[in-house]
């Protein structure tokens, strides 16, 4: 990772810790984005999660130990931030709190859309969808293979999945290959 | 699962944006660590700006005439005491055989 290579594994020095915080930003918003919105099923708490996580990061980068690269410590940190918001979900849900637009399936159409869909609003309207039903396979997993999944399909290795959730190699193997399993039975048109 | 189905179902479980989105966050982010950093700053001010305002105050207050009465009068036993010292200085300075 180029962050790793100019901020070292020991964090950026003091002089230029703006410019390497700028480009971990940079290197990792789009891998922290799309597991915080993966995750948690919510454009808006997916921005809060991302924001949050590097804001953590950026104060606590002189603690970090470097016994772990920089993008799976973010990842930790997401993925502790979105267990977070389940956790207050749940506790908004307990207390009746709970409201329709907080739902994780209730993302706006316009939010999952890559591009101006003007135009073509059919094929707008079957990417929502799509989007919807990926969405809700990955809400209807466990939480552990939820994590695992959505690490694995951004493109994140087995180690360092296992480096990020804290689990043993063959275990983020085991939830992967039930995860896949799950999706494929309810994405199976799709593939 | 075969390898061809898993890159696919990997495809479906990536996210999009925008392009537009990217900047505007990273904008965000850096914006709200700049904020983060401020008020801290600010901190790190702190003593010297309280030690400013004690130095005003103490200038502010001028130099005030003392009480004749106050602890810094000198009583007379103190100076008769000092002149006994002084005496005491000449005493030791003679060689004892002037003495």
């Given at each position: 990772?180029?962050?790793?290579k100019?901020?070292?594994?020991?964090?950026?020095?003091?002089?230029?810790?703006?410019?390497?915080?700028?480009?971990?930003?940079?290197?990792?918003?789009?891998?922290?984005?799309?597991?915080a919105?993966?995750?948690?099923?919510?454009?808006?708490?997916a921005?809060?999660?991302?924001?949050e996580?590097?804001?953590?990061?950026?104060?606590?980068?002189?603690?970090?130990?470097?016994?772990?690269?920089?993008?799976?410590?973010?990842?930790?940190?997401?993925?502790n931030?979105?267990?977070?918001?389940?956790?207050?979900?749940?506790?908004?849900?307990?207390?009746?709190l709970?409201?329709?637009?907080?739902?994780?399936?209730?993302?706006?159409?316009e939010?999952?859309?890559?591009?101006?869909?003007?135009?073509?609003?059919?094929?707008?309207?079957?990417?929502?969808?799509?989007?919807?039903?990926?969405?809700?396979?990955?809400?209807?997993?466990?939480?552990?293979?939820?994590?695992?999944?959505?690490?694995?399909?951004?493109?994140?290795?087995?180690?360092?999945?296992?480096?990020?959730?804290?689990?043993?190699?063959?275990?983020?193997?085991?939830?992967?290959?039930?995860?896949?399993?799950?999706?494929?039975?309810?994405?199976?048109?799709?593939? | 699962?075969?390898?061809?189905?898993?890159?696919?179902?990997?495809?479906?479980?990536?996210?999009?944006?925008?392009?537009?989105?990217?900047?505007?966050?990273?904008?965000?982010?850096?914006?709200?660590?700049?904020?983060?950093?401020?008020?801290?700053?600010?901190?790190?001010?702190?003593?010297?700006?309280?030690?400013?305002?004690i130095l005003?105050?103490?200038?502010?207050?001028?130099?005030?005439?003392?009480?004749?009465?106050?602890?810094?009068?000198?009583s007379?036993?103190?100076?008769?005491?000092?002149?006994?010292?002084?005496?005491?200085?000449?005493?030791?300075?003679?060689?004892?055989?002037?003495?």
């Open positions: 990772m180029e962050t790793e100019k901020a070292g594994p020991q964090g950026p020095g003091a002089e230029d810790a703006d410019s390497a915080f700028a480009l971990l930003v940079e290197e990792q918003q789009r891998l922290v984005y799309a597991v919105l993966r995750l948690c099923g919510n454009t808006a708490a921005e809060d999660i991302t924001q996580t590097f804001i953590a990061a950026w104060r606590h980068l002189k603690d970090f130990r470097g016994e772990s690269s920089l993008k799976t410590w973010l990842l930790r940190i997401a993925a931030k979105a267990r977070s918001y389940w956790r207050w979900r749940r506790l908004r849900a307990w207390v009746g709970a409201d329709r637009g907080e739902d994780g399936e209730g993302t706006a159409l939010d999952l859309l890559p591009d101006d869909p003007a135009g073509r609003p059919e094929q707008a309207a079957l990417a929502a969808e799509l989007e919807r039903r990926v969405q809700a396979a990955i809400n209807a997993l466990p939480p552990r293979q939820r994590e695992v999944a959505v690490l694995r399909s951004q493109g994140v290795s087995m180690a360092e999945i296992g480096a990020a959730l804290g689990m043993a190699e063959g275990t983020v193997k085991a939830h992967w290959f039930e995860a896949r399993r799950k999706l494929g039975a309810s994405l199976g048109e799709y593939l | 699962m075969n390898y061809e189905k898993e890159e696919k179902l990997v495809s479906l479980l990536a996210v999009r944006r925008g392009a537009a989105f990217w900047p505007r966050q990273k904008a965000a982010i850096l914006r709200a660590a700049g904020e983060e950093r401020g008020p801290r700053r600010a901190w790190l001010l702190a003593p010297a700006a309280a030690l400013a305002v005003v105050l103490v200038l502010a207050r001028g130099p005030q005439e003392r009480s004749p009465d106050g602890p810094g009068a000198v007379a036993a103190f100076i008769e005491h000092l002149d006994l010292l002084a005496d005491m200085d000449v005493l030791e300075a003679i060689p004892e055989e002037e003495l």
